[in-house]
């Protein structure tokens, strides 16, 4: 079965300081990796995914994240946040093969302070 | 296009009553997924389609809850008898081919139990 982990419950930062948040996935075979972001009170939209090629994925609103193969990891990082990534963000895993849908992890709420 | 659309956006209703939520997918998009989101238990899949078949209903908490998709532009979410804690956001989702692409998400319904 797929899982996936976010060990970063809530984050706060202030505006202009960088951002990681981690995520790491569950799973033997070959993923699909996407993280999604959620404003308060709306639905969840697509920041970025990965399928294959260059680990390094660049989504919009300036955000990126890595794949790390041996480590099963796929986080989240932006060099400099502002008070309007104040959101919940969530990674998604889903096998490449067979039909499994997405599995996202629990999220982790990020509190940028102006 | 006007996205996933779901309604309703809000719905009250008293235990035992029956709720019915509906989702209209993109058109185009050939799976569609219900997913359930509490602050307890985050993002949970309940059931997804493809080419109009349930796929996988794993998720679906009891027989309390039935999904229906009778062609591609319509699927509803039943619950009956309704209770209190199935109050939570359910958000409808569809992709094509599985969600390859990743999803794209409706605005979602906001269902309290009382």
């Known amino acids: 079965a797929q899982s996936v982990s976010q060990h970063n419950h809530h984050v706060i930062l202030s505006e202009a300081a960088s951002l990681e948040l981690g995520c790491n996935y569950s799973?033997?075979?070959?993923?699909?990796l996407f993280w999604y972001v959620q404003y308060p009170g709306q639905h969840l939209q697509l920041l970025l995914k990965y399928f294959s090629g260059d680990p390094l994925v660049k989504g919009i609103k300036g955000f990126e994240a890595e794949f790390i193969k041996s480590k099963f990891s796929f986080n989240l990082r932006k060099p400099s946040v502002q008070w309007s990534d104040t959101a919940e963000y969530f990674c998604a895993v889903n096998a490449r093969t067979g039909r499994r849908a997405l599995t996202f992890g629990s999220g982790t709420r990020l509190q940028v302070q102006p | 296009d006007a996205g996933v659309i779901q309604s309703p956006r809000h719905e009250v209703t008293e235990m035992g009553q029956e709720v019915t939520l509906r989702c209209k997918p993109i058109s185009g998009h050939n799976s569609l997924f219900w997913y359930r989101q509490t602050m307890m238990r985050g993002l949970e899949l309940l059931i997804y389609f493809n080419n109009n078949v349930p796929i996988d209903d794993s998720g679906m908490p009891e027989d309390r809850f039935s999904a229906k998709m009778p062609n591609a532009s319509f699927s509803t979410l039943k619950i009956q008898p309704s209770e209190p804690r199935d109050s939570a956001v359910y958000f409808c989702?569809?992709?094509?081919?599985?969600?390859?692409?990743?999803?794209?998400f409706g605005s979602g319904t906001r269902l309290t139990v009382v």
């Open positions: 799973y033997g075979g070959t993923v699909n």
């Open positions: 989702a569809s992709s094509f081919d599985r969600g390859i692409d990743g999803y794209t």
